[in-house]
């Protein structure tokens, strides 16, 4: 069990992967305006607000500028770093883009708020994502490299503790499991978490869904092993295929 004195960090996602996962993503920018200055002085680790599928959604559904959306509730949420989830050569998009397009949407989203960048590919291929790394870096935002879990007969400890060293070799500020299925057990989170620990020297980062009923005990384990940061989202718009309440 972890017994240091390392105060465990939370970011709040109800502002993009809690209404993604309960609302398919329909919340609306005046929805969260009203409760964004309080949002702000909880003292969060960071708030994620932006990128996944809060983009398209915008536009198809909501008659919404997400640019926009980005820029006001930065003006109200001036403390708390703003994160979003960025899908490496895909952007925020459903396909790969050209290395320019990616470079530009970066230094943009950077420009309207965005801080910290989860950047990740589904396939756990690096090459999807350094472009996207080192954009971010170079605008000086934030990086949480992922790894993308999953159960497999080859997903084990062993290849993902390898992914995390080139995370970090890539230029990764933080390492992020993302466990978008919630697919993680205690078992593996303790031992996860535990060798990663020994192996790299970056804060780490719990990203799990309470699809299975498991996420609470999880996040525990995880705390247990030395866990730097988890997300969580407030409860009402918590459990389910949402994230462990806040």
């Known amino acids: 069990m972890n017994t240091t004195s390392n105060p465990l960090k939370i970011t709040e996602v109800v502002l993009r992967d809690a209404h993604q996962s309960l609302l398919a993503t329909r ?3 005046e ?23 809060t983009f398209d959604t915008c536009i198809r559904f909501l008659n919404e500028d ?23 050569q895909n952007c925020v998009g459903y396909r790969h883009y050209a290395d320019d397009i990616v470079e530009r949407f970066v230094k943009q989203s950077f420009d309207v708020g ?46 993902y503790i390898k992914m995390a060293k080139d995370l970090v070799n890539v230029g990764s500020d ?9 697919l993680l057990t205690p ?13 790299i020297d970056i804060p780490i980062h719990l990203h799990t869904h309470s699809t299975t009923g498991l996420a609470g005990m999880n996040i525990q384990c995880a705390i247990d092993e030395g866990l730097d940061m988890v997300d969580t989202a407030i409860s009402s718009l918590s ?8």
Not at 31 to 53: H, N, Q, T, Y
Not at 137 to 152: A, H, L
Request: charged share 25%; glycine share 8%.
């Open 31 to 53: 929805d969260m305006l009203p409760i964004a200055e309080k949002l702000d002085s909880v003292g969060f680790f960071s708030l994620e607000a932006w990128g996944g599928a």
């Open 239 to 246: 459990m389910g295929t949402s994230h462990f309440a806040t």
């Open 187 to 199: 078992q593996v989170t303790t031992s996860l978490i535990r060798e990663l620990k020994k192996t």
């Open 174 to 182: 933080i390492l992020c499991i993302k466990d978008m299925a919630g």
């Open 114 to 159: 965005i801080e910290i960048f989860r950047i990740f590919d589904a396939l756990n291929d690096l090459r999807n994502i350094e472009v996207a790394v080192k954009t971010a870096k170079k605008c000086g935002g934030t990086v949480e490299g992922c790894i993308s879990y999953t159960v497999s007969p080859v997903h084990s400890t062993e290849l």
């Open 66 to 88: 997400p640019w926009e959306r980005a820029r006001q509730l930065k003006k109200k949420i001036p403390n708390t770093p703003l994160q979003m989830l960025l899908r490496g």
């Open 27 to 29: 919340m609306k920018t």
